[in-house]
Every structure is written in structure tokens, then in C-alpha cells.
């Protein structure tokens, strides 16, 4: 299950963590967004050991959307030693998501 993290927590939970992580920004209102959730528990469960997955969710943390730019929703972030990797947006089959997010044939 993801993490809800939020401007105090992002730091720690997102940038300081000793592995990748999977940050998917979304809202309560988002049908897409819904629709992606699972799929991404799905790559977070199949890679516990090597990532991990948080929330954030756009409505309440508008501070860090604008910081990193996020336009449409869902997006998905992959962070890794604090900064962004990679990114995808829009809801996607769990094979172009791992591959928009460098996930497909690599164990993090």
C-alpha cells in the first residue's frame, strides 16, 4: 500500500529514502488516477525490497505540485538519490508505466 505523504513528510519519506520511490500525484476527483492505483500497488509489491510508493495527493499539496510541475493528473514520479528519474503521465498498463519509469527488465 502507498504512503500518504505531504509537504512535512516529503522530505523524509520521499527525498531522503535510501531507495527509489514511486510518487504518484493525484486527487480524490481523478477517475484516472483511481484507475492507475492499483496497477502501481501492484510494481510497489512485485519491487517491496527495491522502491517504494507514496501518494501525494494535489488537492491538499499544491506546493509540491507546483514544484515539480505537474500539469495533469495522475503523473507518476520515480525519484532516486532525491531527484526526479523519470515520469509518467496518465493512467497506463502496468508494462508501459514500469517502462516509462525505467522499471521494465530492472529489479529498482
Not at 68 to 97: H, N, R
Amino acid at each position: 500500500m502507498a504512503t500518504e505523504v505531504t509537504e512535512a513528510s516529503f522530505e523524509e519519506e520521499v527525498l531522503k529514502s535510501d531507495k527509489p520511490v514511486v510518487v504518484d500525484f493525484w486527487a480524490e476527483w481523478c477517475g484516472p488516477c483511481h484507475a492507475v492505483a492499483p496497477v502501481l500497488d501492484k510494481i510497489a509489491d512485485e519491487r517491496k525490497d527495491a522502491l517504494k510508493l507514496v501518494k501525494v495527493n494535489i488537492d491538499q499539496e499544491q506546493g509540491l505540485a507546483m514544484r515539480y510541475g505537474i500539469a495533469s493528473i495522475p503523473t507518476i514520479v520515480l525519484f532516486k538519490g532525491g531527484e526526479p528519474a523519470a515520469a509518467a503521465v496518465g493512467a497506463q498498463p502496468k508494462s508501459a508505466l514500469e517502462k516509462s519509469l525505467g522499471l521494465d527488465g530492472d529489479s529498482a
